[in-house]
C-alpha cells in the first residue's frame, strides 16, 4: 500500500489541484488589482472640495469645483428606484411564497424575473428613453429613478424569493396551525423570520442601481446643479466617472479616477453593510 | 491466525467531541465481524476509520493505529488510494454512478487500470456480476442506465462493484438497511458465501441481522468497545451488564 | 374554513369575534387579489418592453429584408445605410474572447471551491466573488483603461506578435491597446462570479454518496470529479456558461471603454471592434436628426434582448431541472 507519489493518476491530482489554486488566486487576485488600480488612481486626486462642491466654471478644463451633483444625484437615482422597487418587489416575494407556492403561475413569474434579471441594462435604457420620447419627456431624476426601479426590481425579488423560500415549512405550518390567515403569515410571520435577508436583497439592488451607467445614459441626463426636482434631469456618479475619463485633460481624467473610487466605496460600504446586517438580525430568525 | 485488522489505541474526535475512545480490537480473517451497539455509540465511525473514510469530514482527528496485514494505513507514506482498493465499502443506501451497469462494474478496474483489453474486463463484469448473484437478471441489459435497476439489485451492483476491485476485506455500513426482506436476505446470503475468500465487517443495529451473519461480535457503547467475543460466546454468555440488557432488549 | 359551518360549535363564538374574523378573511382575500395584480408586473413588463422595441424598430424592419440589415457591412446612418454585420460581429468576437477565457478557470475555480476546498476557504472565496459581482461597470472600464489596455500593449500584444503573428486571428496591426482582447478580459473577470457561483451550485447538487462510493473503489479525487460528478451536471455546466456569455452580450459600459468604437469586421482579437450595446450607448441620445437612427439602433436593441432571452430561458430550463427550483 506505499504511496508511489509518480504514478500516472496521482501526478494528475497534483497537477489539479495546483491549477485549480492557481485559478483561485487569479480570481481573488483581480479582485485585489481593481480595487488597489481604484485607491492607487483615485486618492490622489480626492479631496475635500471633490465631496463638498459642485462643478464650477471650467470645471472640465481642471478648474475648481467637485462632484456633490452627482454624488447626490446618484443616491437620489438609487435610493428612489430601490424604494419604488421593493414596493413590488416585497408584494411578489411573498405572494410567491405565501400564495402560490410551486404552482405553475408561480414558476412563470420567477422564470419572467430570471428573464428580466438578464436584460442588459442598455437595453433597458434605450427602452425608457423611447418611452420617454413617444410621451414626449425629457430626462429626469423620476425618469432614471423609474429606469433603476425597473432594473432592480428583478434582482431585488429574486434575492427575497431565494431567502423565503428558505423559510421553514413548520413555522409557516405552526402560523397557519393557530388560525392565521394567509396573508397574516405573510406579513406578520415571513417578514420578521427573513428580515436579514429582506434587508440584503435591499442593499444587494441598491448596490446594482447605483453602479449602473447605461440605463441613466439617457433617462436622467447629466446637470451641473444638484437636482432639486423629481422632473428635472440629475448627475450621476457613473455618468460622472465616464464622462470625465473621456477628457483630454489629465486634471479632468483624475477626477474621473476620484469618482471611481467614490462610486467603489459606496458599493462596497453597501456591500459589507448587507453582510453584517443579515448577520445581526438574524436574532428573531428561526433556524 | 494473525487477524487481519488490528486497531490500537485508537481514539476519534469531531471537533471537540470525543466520539471513539480507545479502542483496541482484533478482527479475524475470513469471518464475518459484526460490530453492534446502540445509535450513536461510534459503530459507524469505527467502521470508517477501516477505509480512512473519516477524514472526509471537516475538522476531524484521530490517534492511533489501524493496522491492516501488519501495516498501519495511517502511516504517511500510505496511499489512500490502496487502501480503499484493499478495503471495499457497501454503504447503507446503494449509490450507483451515473452509467450503465456494465460501466459500474467496469469502473473500478477502469479507475486502476486492472484490465489489459475490453474482452478481460468483460469477462471480469461478467464473473462479479455472477458472485453478487445478479447475471442472470441483467445480463440482457447491460448496458442500461444502473439508475434503472430495483433498490435490492442496485445493492448487488454496488456489491460487484466493490468486488471487482479485488478488495481483500469488505466494510458493511448497515448494507441492508435501506432494502426490503427479500433484498436484505439475498445480501446476506452473498455475504455468507463471500466469506471464505474476504474478511467482512458489518455495522448492523439489527440483532437477528447480527445473530444470522455474525462469527464474532464487537459490541460498542458511547464510543468504547464494551465487549468483544465470538458470536456463540457473546450470545449464550454475555459479560457485560450493557451487552446483556441490549441482548434482552432493553435499548 | 370554519366559518363556512356555521353549525359548527367551534365557530359560535361571540358576534365581534366572528365580524372579526370576517375582516380578517376579507382582507385576506383583498390582499390575495392586489399581491396577484403585482405578480402582473414582470411578466407584463416583458411583453412591454419587447412590443414597444418592436414598433419603434418596425420603419426600419419594414423598410428592407432582415438580411440586408443584419449581414449589411456599410454603417452610414446620413445615407440611410444600415448594416449591422459590423457590430453584430463585434459583439460575438468580444463575448466568445471573454467566455473562452473565463470558462476555464471559472470551473476550476467552482469545482475547488466545491470538491476541495474546507469551508474556512469557501467562506474566504465567498465574499471575493460577491464583490467582484457588486463592482460597478465603469470601474471595470476604468481598471479596463488604466491596466488592461496598457497591458495588451505593451504585453501581450507584442508577445502574441512575436509568436503567434502568423497566425491571423492573433496578428496585431494597429497596436494601440484598444480593442477586443482587452475588452474580453475585462469581460472575463466581470461574468466570473455568475459562472462560478452557478456552477458551484450545480456542483453542490450531486449527492455525496456518489462522490463516496467512487473514492471507496479508491479512486483519487479528480477521478471521481472528472468520471462521477461532471458528466452528470455536464447539461447544468453549459447551462452557466451559457448564461455567463448571455450577461457578457449585453455589457455595456466596461467594454465600450476599452474595445475601441470602430464599426469595421475585425480579423484579429487585437483589432477594435464595435459591440452592438456599445453602438446604442454612444449614438441614441443624437439619434433624433437623422430619419431612421432611431428605429435602426432600438433594432440593434431589440436584437440584443432577443438572443439575450433566448440564452436566459434556455439555460434557466437546464437549471430549473438540475436545481430542482428556479435560479437566484
Known amino acids: 500500500m506505499k504511496k508511489n507519489p509518480f504514478a500516472k493518476r496521482h501526478i494528475i491530482e497534483t497537477c489539479m489541484k495546483v491549477i485549480m489554486l492557481a485559478s483561485l488566486i487569479l480570481v481573488t487576485g483581480t479582485l485585489g488589482l481593481i480595487l488597489w488600480t481604484i485607491i492607487k488612481n483615485g486618492i490622489p486626486a480626492m479631496s475635500w472640495e471633490m465631496l463638498t462642491q459642485v462643478p464650477k466654471g471650467?470645471?472640465?478644463?481642471?478648474?475648481?469645483?467637485?462632484?456633490?451633483?452627482?454624488?447626490?444625484?446618484?443616491?437620489?437615482?438609487?435610493?428612489?428606484?430601490?424604494?419604488?422597487?421593493?414596493?413590488?418587489?416585497?408584494p411578489i416575494a411573498l405572494y410567491l411564497e405565501a400564495y402560490l407556492g410551486e404552482s405553475k403561475w408561480g414558476s412563470y413569474v420567477r422564470l419572467a424575473l430570471d428573464v428580466l434579471w438578464g436584460i442588459p441594462t442598455i437595453v433597458y435604457g434605450a427602452f425608457g428613453f423611447a418611452v420617454m420620447?413617444?410621451?414626449?419627456?425629457?430626462?429626469?431624476?423620476?425618469?432614471?429613478?423609474?429606469?433603476?426601479?425597473?432594473?432592480?426590481?428583478?434582482?431585488?425579488?429574486?434575492?427575497?424569493?431565494?431567502?423565503?423560500?428558505?423559510m421553514p415549512l413548520e413555522v409557516e405550518q405552526a402560523a397557519l396551525a393557530v388560525g392565521s390567515t394567509r396573508l397574516e403569515v405573510a406579513l406578520r410571520v415571513v417578514t420578521r423570520q427573513m428580515l436579514p435577508g429582506i434587508i440584503t436583497a435591499v442593499l444587494l439592488a441598491f448596490g446594482r442601481g447605483i453602479g449602473d451607467a447605461a440605463s441613466v445614459l439617457f433617462t436622467a441626463g447629466y446637470t451641473d446643479r444638484i437636482v432639486t426636482s423629481l422632473f428635472r434631469p440629475t448627475a450621476s456618479l457613473p455618468l460622472a466617472v465616464f464622462f470625465q475619463l473621456g477628457s483630454p485633460f489629465p486634471e479632468v481624467r483624475a477626477r474621473g479616477y476620484a469618482a471611481a473610487f467614490i462610486l467603489t466605496v459606496i458599493v462596497l460600504i453597501v456591500s459589507f453593510g448587507a453582510r453584517l446586517l443579515s448577520s445581526r438580525l438574524g436574532k428573531y430568525t428561526i433556524k | 491466525m494473525e487477524p487481519h485488522i488490528q486497531v490500537k489505541d485508537l481514539n476519534a474526535f469531531y471537533g471537540k467531541q470525543h466520539v471513539l475512545k480507545n479502542i483496541n480490537i482484533e478482527i479475524p480473517r475470513?469471518?464475518?465481524?459484526?460490530?453492534?451497539?446502540?445509535?450513536?455509540?461510534?459503530?459507524?465511525?469505527?467502521?470508517?476509520?477501516?477505509?480512512?473514510?473519516?477524514?472526509?469530514?471537516?475538522?476531524t482527528r484521530l490517534t492511533g493505529n489501524v493496522l491492516i496485514d501488519g501495516q498501519d494505513i495511517y502511516n504517511r507514506?500510505?496511499?489512500?488510494?490502496?487502501?480503499?482498493?484493499?478495503?471495499?465499502?457497501?454503504?447503507?443506501?446503494?449509490?450507483?454512478?451515473?452509467?450503465?451497469?456494465?460501466d459500474n462494474v467496469a469502473y473500478g478496474m477502469n479507475i486502476h487500470n486492472m484490465k489489459k483489453d475490453r474482452n478481460k474486463t468483460r469477462e471480469a463484469v461478467q464473473h462479479y456480476l455472477e458472485i453478487a448473484g445478479l447475471w442472470e437478471e441483467v445480463h440482457t441489459r447491460l448496458h442500461d442506465p444502473a439508475t434503472g435497476l430495483s433498490i435490492g439489485q442496485q445493492q448487488r451492483l454496488c456489491l460487484a462493484r466493490g468486488l471487482a476491485v479485488e478488495p481483500?476485506?469488505?466494510?458493511?455500513?448497515?448494507?441492508?438497511?435501506?432494502?426490503?426482506?427479500i433484498s436484505s436476505q439475498n445480501i446476506e446470503k452473498r455475504l455468507i458465501e463471500l466469506k471464505k475468500d474476504y474478511t467482512i465487517v458489518i455495522v448492523t443495529h439489527t440483532l437477528r441481522q447480527a445473530k444470522r451473519l455474525a462469527d464474532h461480535v464487537i459490541y460498542m457503547y458511547l464510543g468504547e468497545v464494551a465487549e468483544t467475543n465470538s458470536a456463540p460466546e457473546i450470545f449464550t454468555n454475555p459479560k457485560h451488564e450493557r451487552t446483556k440488557q441490549y441482548l434482552d432488549g432493553i435499548f | 374554513m370554519m366559518q363556512q359551518k356555521p353549525s359548527d360549535p367551534l365557530s359560535q363564538g361571540s358576534g365581534q369575534t366572528q365580524a372579526f374574523l370576517q375582516t380578517r378573511n376579507r382582507r385576506d382575500r383583498t390582499a390575495r387579489k392586489a399581491f396577484f395584480g403585482i405578480t402582473?408586473?414582470?411578466v407584463?413588463?416583458?411583453?412591454?418592453?419587447?412590443?414597444?422595441?418592436?414598433?419603434?424598430?418596425?420603419?426600419?424592419?419594414?423598410?428592407?429584408?432582415?438580411?440586408?440589415?443584419?449581414?449589411?457591412?456599410?454603417?452610414?446612418?446620413?445615407?440611410?445605410?444600415?448594416?449591422?454585420?459590423?457590430?453584430?460581429?463585434?459583439?460575438?468576437?468580444?463575448?466568445?474572447?471573454?467566455?473562452?477565457?473565463?470558462?476555464?478557470?471559472?470551473?476550476?475555480?467552482?469545482?475547488?471551491?466545491?470538491?476541495?476546498?474546507?469551508?474556512?476557504?469557501?467562506?474566504?472565496?465567498?465574499?471575493?466573488?460577491?464583490?467582484?459581482?457588486?463592482?460597478?461597470?465603469?470601474v471595470y472600464g476604468v481598471w479596463g483603461l488604466l491596466v488592461i489596455v496598457p497591458f495588451v500593449d505593451d504585453i501581450l500584444g507584442p508577445f502574441f506578435h512575436r509568436w503567434l503573428g502568423f497566425v491571423p486571428v492573433f496578428s496585431v496591426t494597429q497596436p494601440t491597446g484598444f480593442g477586443i482582447f482587452a475588452g474580453g478580459i475585462v469581460l472575463a473577470v466581470m461574468i466570473a462570479p455568475l459562472i462560478i457561483a452557478v456552477t458551484f451550485e450545480v456542483l453542490s447538487t450531486v449527492p455525496d454518496e456518489l462522490r463516496q462510493a467512487s473514492l471507496s473503489l479508491g479512486a483519487t479525487r479528480w477521478q471521481t470529479i472528472s468520471r462521477?460528478?461532471?458528466?452528470?451536471?455536464?447539461?447544468?455546466?453549459?447551462?452557466?456558461?451559457?448564461?455567463?456569455?448571455s450577461r457578457a452580450l449585453g455589457e455595456t459600459m466596461a467594454v465600450l471603454m476599452v474595445v475601441g468604437n470602430v464599426p469595421s469586421i475585425p480579423t484579429s482579437i487585437f483589432d477594435t471592434a464595435y459591440p452592438l450595446a456599445a453602438l446604442i450607448a454612444n449614438n441614441f441620445g443624437e439619434m433624433m436628426s437623422i430619419p431612421l437612427y432611431d428605429a435602426a439602433l432600438l433594432s440593434a436593441a431589440l436584437l440584443l434582448l432577443v438572443i439575450i432571452m433566448i440564452f436566459n430561458i434556455l439555460s434557466t430550463f437546464v437549471l430549473q431541472r438540475i436545481l430542482g427550483k428556479a435560479r437566484i
Open chain 1, 58 to 90: 471650467g470645471f472640465y478644463m481642471g478648474k475648481e469645483g467637485g462632484i456633490l451633483n452627482a454624488i447626490i444625484g446618484s443616491l437620489y437615482l438609487a435610493g428612489g428606484g430601490t424604494v419604488l422597487a421593493l414596493v413590488c418587489s416585497l
Open chain 2, 30 to 59: 475470513n469471518k464475518i465481524t459484526v460490530i453492534m451497539g446502540p445509535s450513536g455509540c461510534g459503530k459507524s465511525t469505527l467502521l470508517k476509520t477501516f477505509n480512512r473514510f473519516f477524514e472526509l469530514t471537516e475538522y
Open chain 2, 168 to 181: 481483500e476485506i469488505i466494510l458493511g455500513d448497515e448494507p441492508t438497511s435501506a432494502l426490503d426482506p
Open chain 2, 77 to 102: 507514506d500510505v496511499d489512500v488510494t490502496e487502501v480503499r482498493k484493499v478495503v471495499g465499502l457497501l454503504a447503507q443506501r446503494p449509490a450507483v454512478l451515473p452509467m450503465s451497469i456494465f
Open chain 1, 133 to 166: 420620447v413617444s410621451l414626449g419627456l425629457r430626462a429626469s431624476l423620476l425618469a432614471g429613478i423609474i429606469v433603476l426601479a425597473l432594473i432592480e426590481l428583478p434582482i431585488m425579488t429574486r434575492a427575497m424569493d431565494e431567502v423565503i423560500c428558505r
Open chain 3, 44 to 138: 407584463l413588463l416583458i411583453i412591454v418592453i419587447t412590443c414597444l422595441l418592436v414598433i419603434r424598430a418596425w420603419p426600419i424592419l419594414s423598410s428592407q429584408p432582415l438580411a440586408n440589415l443584419m449581414l449589411g457591412e456599410v454603417w452610414k446612418p446620413t445615407n440611410e445605410q444600415f448594416g449591422f454585420l459590423p457590430f453584430i460581429l463585434g459583439t460575438v468576437w468580444v463575448t466568445l474572447v471573454g467566455v473562452i477565457l473565463a470558462v476555464p478557470a471559472c470551473l476550476l475555480v467552482a469545482i475547488y471551491l466545491a470538491e476541495y476546498a474546507r469551508r474556512s476557504t469557501r467562506t474566504i472565496a465567498k465574499p471575493v466573488l460577491d464583490l467582484l459581482a457588486a463592482i460597478p461597470s465603469v
Open chain 3, 228 to 245: 462521477v460528478v461532471l458528466p452528470r451536471v455536464l447539461p447544468g455546466i453549459i447551462a452557466a456558461v451559457v448564461l455567463g456569455a
Open chain 3, 40 to 42: 402582473l408586473i414582470p
